[in-house]
């Protein structure tokens, strides 16, 4: 399979060439120097030929910046010190899909928990205008049953009976004042507007590191221009694809077949390569 990069230059995809590239290692001294793995005598001549490989001013023999792409794009698995920005900048892409109330709420969400508010807990304690309402409601209605139980003693009625059907009532109102806050509260929490649009939200931390950088760059595109909702669908479509290669990443970490393995990188990185064109491709037409 052929993997044809943004300056016109064509790389031959193929299991002996990414296993050089995957098996890639650094030289002492210099960073930033990778050295391709050599199985056999005629990979030299072979990663030259792909235009993978060559020799450098100093007689070392390293990746050039065709084989430096390919390993940074199959060798991407955990953020390193590099993608320290990527793995805590970004932000929720959402669907266009989203009305703009929803898209409202899902914002303010967002921003209250990047601005660190707390999850909801239903067992902490109640707010003090919380507990002020429920004891005035608590204080009428004991008033009001004062009142109904000198009006039913007058009619005969036992006492004992009385008292019993006033706690009851008492705390059933208490109750269901305490549940009514409490569920109001959940549903207005960040986590729980957010679940509610899981299915329509995707998250930066969801994606590996490299469809992760890929994601926070159409991002930037999208935030810096005069009109981000045209783009806002073209942002979904692609965080859409970038979550499915992260996907399929995953799965291909799990095999433990190693020419299955390279087999699957290589259909990943050529269809990871095409949405990276697209991006770049985003990226000019806003320049």
């Known amino acids: 399979m052929k993997l044809t990069f943004p300056d016109g230059h064509i790389v031959q995809l193929t299991p002996w060439l990414l296993q050089a590239v995957l098996g890639a290692f650094p030289l002492p001294g210099d960073e930033g120097r990778l050295a391709p793995y050599e199985a056999d005598p005629s990979a030299r001549e072979m990663l030259i030929r792909e235009g993978a490989a060559a020799h450098d001013g ?14 940074r794009l199959a060798t991407a698995s955990a953020p390193g010190p590099g ?3 990527t793995e805590e900048g970004g932000r929720l892409t959402c669907s266009p899909e989203l009305t703009p109330e929803e898209l409202s709420r899902v914002r303010a969400a967002e921003a209250r928990l990047r601005a660190g508010a707390r999850a909801f807990r239903r067992g902490e304690p109640l ?4 507990r002020y309402s429920v004891g005035a409601g608590l204080l009428l ?3 009001g049953g004062v009142l109904l139980e000198w009006y039913l003693f007058d009619h005969g009625l036992p006492v004992t009976l009385t008292l019993l059907v006033f706690l009851l009532v008492t705390e059933w109102a208490a109750m269901s004042a305490i549940h009514r806050y409490r569920r109001a509260r959940q549903a207005r929490a960040p986590g729980e507007v957010l679940r509610r649009h899981a299915k329509r939200c995707l998250a930066p931390a969801a994606l590996d590191p490299v469809s992760r950088g ?7 595109v999208v935030d810096g ?3 981000p909702a045209a783009l806002a669908g073209r942002e ?3 965080a859409r694809e970038l979550a499915g290669y992260s996907l399929r990443r995953s799965e291909l970490e799990g095999l433990t077949d190693p020419d299955e393995h390279v087999l699957g990188l290589i259909d990943l990185l050529a269809d990871l390569a095409r949405t990276e064109e697209r991006v770049r491709e985003l990226e000019t037409a806003s320049a």
């Open 58 to 71: 100093n007689g070392d023999f390293v990746l050039t910046g065709h084989g430096l792409e390919l390993h």
């Open 83 to 85: 993608d320290r920005e």
């Open 127 to 130: 707010p003090a205008k919380v």
């Open 141 to 143: 209605l004991t008033g």
């Open 214 to 220: 890929l994601l926070l760059r159409v991002q930037r």
């Open 225 to 227: 221009s005069a009109d």
């Open 236 to 238: 979904w479509e692609l």
